[in-house]
């Protein structure tokens, strides 16, 4: 059903046509591909996500998040500020809708890094979003950087991999997968989809 790539003509304005949201299991690196785009591609406009969870070190409000509390997140989410969002280990995360709107109404690239759920949602309200599943080399790798701290107690670590599986067959609601072998290639391949140059 997902194997056409849509190139949002005819029937789709331009608004989302260049829309690229970037999901897969957690664990897979999906941060690390986006904080490389940051780093070596700072041309490249990615959408800042609005979050619950409390700022880890090195974090800065309005670059990696925004870092609201639960009634701030609860006003957005009632006012209809937010394109999708989720709950994720506890805390909630979503991408406000106006930024995105506006570079997309400017025919501006954009691309989206957000969990599964999200990507769903997406998929449902804007369908011309290109979806790109980033997967893991092998389930093994995928195991070691999951269980890679070593710090849980096993029955943490089952669920998290009970979870990952479950996440890796979400494949094939996607348009494309690239593959975590290298986060240069990743980014690379991410680019091109894009049509960034
Ligand atoms: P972290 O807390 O490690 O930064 O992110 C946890 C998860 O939340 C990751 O899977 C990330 O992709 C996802 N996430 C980040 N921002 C958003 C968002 O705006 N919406 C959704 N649905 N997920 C997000």
Redesign the pocket.
Known sequence: MFDAVPDGSETHGPLSRRLTVL?GP?GVG??TVVAEIRRAHPRVWLSV???T?PPRPGETHGVQYFFVDDAGFDRLVDEGELL???E??G?R???PRRPVEERLDRGEPVL????L??ARQVRRTMPEALLVFLAPPSWEELVRRLTGRGTEPPEVVERRLATARVELAAEKEFDVTLVNTSVRDVCDELLALMAVH
Do not use: C, H, M, P
Request: charged share 20%; net charge negative; hydrophobic share 30%.
């Open positions: 999901s957690s999906k941060s996500s609005v979050t969870r999708e969002w989720a994720f280990a805390n995360y979503g991408t989206l890094e957000i969990d759920q999200g």
